[in-house]
């Protein structure tokens, strides 16, 4: 099974900062024939269920403002929130959906400074 | 809109099962397909398995194989999540997630999710 890992495990930035989480996979998710790094992102709220927000490593969701972006290949993968608002207050998760079974990383937990 | 709504908060005795549903609503239900998504405390997002809604196959992940049984009834929208021998573990968050893609093809990733059904597992 692929193991995710992410770094930092919380992370606290100020409003209007760059904040950026790392998520490494135990072997590539990189599927060669088309090019695609099977990789997603998602927020979880307090109380709330995880809410996807980048799939294929940087392909943001519908409704997904353009202050999230996904990025990197094969086995190390950067989510960045350009500019830290409130609501972003979460923890943050990467999952690999190369093979099953698809697993998560362990959850970033991002705050206000 | 798409919804899915969950079962209600479970309490069970170790040894016993747990049968979790999911209602859909807002989609045709029988052109994605479902999974079922775990959280036990403090712990990461965990994949159990996943029904095509349109065909009724399933596919389990080897750590619950043998002790999961998900369903669906394309009547009532809804799936199902069965988890027998349940030991204290077991206590988490259940989530039911519709598969981004519609079937056959599945995406693995996630869409639309379910409220969350807590079980709790105690003697």
């Known amino acids: 099974d692929i193991v995710m890992t992410q770094s930092p495990d919380s992370l606290a930035v100020s409003l209007g900062e760059r904040a950026t989480i790392n998520c490494k996979s135990s072997q590539s998710v990189l599927y060669s024939s088309n090019n695609k790094n099977y990789l997603a992102w998602y927020q979880q709220k307090p109380g709330q269920p995880p809410k996807l927000l980048i799939y294929w490593a940087s392909s943001r969701a519908s409704g997904v403002p353009d202050r999230f972006s996904g990025s990197g290949s094969g086995t190390d993968f950067t989510l960045t929130i350009s500019s830290l608002q409130a609501e972003d207050v979460a923890v943050y998760y990467c999952?690999?959906?190369?093979?099953?079974?698809?697993?998560f990383g362990q959850g970033t937990k991002l705050e206000i400074k | 809109q798409v919804q899915l709504v969950q079962s209600g908060a479970e309490v069970k005795k170790p040894g016993a099962s747990v049968k979790v549903s999911c209602k859909a609503s807002g989609y045709i239900f029988t052109t994605y397909a479902m999974h079922w998504v775990r959280q036990a405390p403090g712990q990461r997002l965990e994949w159990m398995g996943w029904?095509?809604?349109?065909?009724?196959?399933?596919k389990y992940s080897q750590k619950f194989q043998g002790r999961v049984t998900i369903t669906r009834d394309t009547s009532a929208s809804t799936t199902y999540m069965e988890l027998s021998s349940l030991r204290s573990e077991d206590t988490a968050v259940y989530y039911c997630?519709?598969?981004?893609?519609?079937?056959?093809?599945?995406?693995?990733?996630?869409?639309?999710w379910g409220q969350g059904t807590l079980v709790s597992v105690s003697s």
């Open positions: 029904i095509n809604a349109g065909n009724g196959n399933t």
């Open positions: 997630a519709r598969d981004f893609v519609v079937v056959p093809t599945a995406s693995f990733y996630f869409d639309y």
């Open positions: 999952q690999q959906y190369y093979s099953t079974p698809c697993s």
